[in-house]
Structure formats: C-alpha cells, structure tokens
C-alpha cells in the first residue's frame, strides 16, 4: 500500500510530465548535417542573345550531369573567365558564380555554360548566386536526364 502510495502524489506526475517533455524535445531535434563538400568548376563564356534578362536554365543531360546555362550577362567579352563554385551539403546545393572580365577584346558575351558532374540521381535544393550582379535564385531539381529548369535572377 505504501508503494503504491507514491502515484498519488503531485511530485510523480510533475517528474513523469518534464520526462515526456523531454522525449518529445529529443524526438524532435533536427537530423545532423552532414559534412561540406566543395567543388570549383571552369565554364565557358559565348555570345548568345537568346535571352537578354539575367537568368539560368539548368538541364540535365543524358549521362546525369547537370549543365547550367547563364543568360543576360552584361559588360562582358569572350576573353573574360566565368567559373562556379558549388558547396553540398546534404541534398542542399549552393552555387555562387565568379566572373572576371578582359575589356580589351571587342567580342560581346552575353551568356555562359558550365556542367556539373558531382550529383547524384537525387532531389537537390540549389541557392544560386551572383556575386557580380548582386542577385540571386533558388529552385529544386531532380537529377533525372531530360529534367529542366528555366529561372530569372532577382
């Protein structure tokens, strides 16, 4: 009788509520992130004038790689360099675009292209930014071939 005595107090019902608190707060936390990995990646600049507001489409090809094709650049010629930087965290994906340019050739570019090769056939959410142009966009894309996404920046 006595044992059964300690159910009847506030102090048992106090520790049993704090220890469910307690359950649902660890059951709840967030997964933890994996480690960065991070890739630099060369692309191309060409004259293009297809489209001539800042946006990108990206296209994945037949052999899984995901190209990205950059449109509207401004101020530009062939002879400058157009580069992406790529940080993936989980099925996080961030690309920041680094662009220098050369004033002394005559040759407009008006677009860019580069391919990743470093996803896999996932669901990933891109943060795209332009660090030249201050604007910047973001999407989620599923690495399938033929899968595409056409997006302004902003």
């Known amino acids: ?21 307690a359950v649902v707060a660890a059951a709840s936390m967030p997964s933890r992130r994996s480690s960065a990995r991070m890739y ?25 790689e ?40 005559n040759t407009p570019a008006t677009a860019a292209y580069v391919s990743l090769d470093c996803l896999g056939p996932e669901r990933y959410h891109f943060l795209y930014k332009s660090e030249a142009t201050g604007r910047s966009e973001s999407f989620s894309l599923n690495i399938r071939p033929g899968n595409r996404i056409d997006r302004l920046l902003i």
């Open 66 to 105: 995901l190209v990205i094709h950059r449109f509207g650049l401004d101020n530009l010629t062939t002879s400058g360099t157009y580069s992406i930087a790529v940080t993936i965290i989980g099925f996080d994906v961030t690309i920041e675009e680094r662009i220098t340019c050369d004033r002394f050739e």
């Open 40 to 64: 630099t990646y060369g692309g191309t600049l060409r004259t293009d004038a297809a489209m001539s507001e800042a946006g990108i489409v990206a296209q994945v090809n037949d052999s899984g």
């Open 1 to 21: 009788m006595i044992i059964l005595s300690i159910f009847q107090t506030v102090e048992f019902y106090i520790v049993a509520a704090f220890m469910a608190a």
